[in-house]
């Protein structure tokens, strides 16, 4: 019960934010229509008023007594022409006022036609305010502004003061408010500009920051380990050369093998610690088929390694081919550094919906009449590395000392993950 209640819930929520964007997206358009329709009848009373007041627009009562002279020959004729005088022009008023945003002038000119004729002032009202909130150019608004003043004096006969509350009421009041409204809406508009801009520029410099630190690791890595690495193939190829024991000269081939092989992979990774915005470039990535070759170069180098593979063998997603791998990598490294001489086991299990994978070695055997070799450093990357990696992929690691002292990394990855555009490999 409790899960469908959260569920509806987050599917109303997902509704509304559509919903909401969708009004959000479309607000202006519904403001016109707003602005169209909400004065219609209050112009139209006043379209009506002012052929039943005299004073009132420069026609007055004139079409009234020509509407009733044909009203007593034709009654259709009669409700035809006015409808044509006094509710045609309010319905154009009100369709124009659609265009406020995008050709002002139409509804500017529409109200200074009806207020000089009829003394209609609702189309003028809205004409200037929306003038104001979205059209900077205040020498245009000042004119129109004096030119549809005039016409209030013209169109109504009453005193001055009467004349001076109608232009303060219903046509600076506008103006007033469409000049704040349009300032506001400049100054917000100029805010999430700069706001946007502050944004770019920060991520330039955090771009031009990682650059840097990009550049600096390379040139570290590049100094230190490149020529450490380097120093030691050339030493191993020189004792391949020199040395006349088969074991020795095979054991100085495959270190010189791997230092070339790792010195490649580094010169790949500075590569693509220097580039700025291009892609990485691609390499064949290690998969399960892998791990025989990675075995074998151990086991060459006096590692003793059993292997063993259970379960029903069946397609694995790349992404978890490449994490299994870098497991039994990472384990068999650090029984290389940390326990030499024992004897190692790496387990593949293939559940179903799973690959397990176990890489355990003993304890290391205490040196006979030889003093104990320093320890390898060690730093904890690596299997901090290899935790996020497996995380990554939806699985969990762990790792620590067996009973009988050795040590155990053992790991379980999803098979049953989507593993986007890559191909599954069995």
Known sequence: MWTWVKESGR??????????????????????????????????????????????????PVPVLGVSAMASVNAFAAVLAAFVIYAAPALWAAAVVLLRRTDPRWLLATALVLLLLFGNFVPAAVALYSYAVYFSDRRVLTAWLVALSLGMAAAYDMPFLGHFFLIIGFLITPTVMGLWVGTRRQLIDRLHERAERLEREQHLLADNAITAERTRIAREMHDVVAHRVSLMVLHAGGLEVSSEDSRTIETAGLI?????????ELRGILGVLREEGEAAPTAPQPVLSDLDRLVREWRTAGMEIERTDTGGAGPVPGPVQRTVYRIV???????????????????????????????????????????????????????TGLRERVVLAG???????CPDGGWRLRARVPTDTPAGDEEAAP
Do not use: C
Not at 12 to 32: C, I, M, P, V, Y
Not at 395 to 401: C, K, N, R
């Open 395 to 401: 699985g969990d690691l762990s790792a620590g000392v």
């Open 11 to 60: 599917a109303l929520g997902s509704l509304g934010r559509r919903n909401g964007r969708w009004w959000w997206e479309r607000r202006l358009d519904f403001a016109d229509w707003f602005y169209a329709l909400g004065p219609l009848p209050f112009s139209g009373m006043l379209q009506i008023s002012a052929g039943a007041s005299a004073g009132v627009g420069l026609l007055g």
């Open 256 to 264: 010189r093998t791997t230092g070339r092989e790792a010195l490649a």
């Open 329 to 383: 990598q990472e384990g068999l490294t650090n029984a290389a550094k940390h326990a030499q001489g024992a004897r190692v086991s790496v387990l593949l299990h293939h559940a179903p919906g799973r690959l397990e994978v176990e890489v355990a070695n003993g304890p290391a055997p205490a040196p006979a009449g030889a003093a104990a070799p320093a320890p390898a450093p060690r730093s904890g990357f690596g299997l």
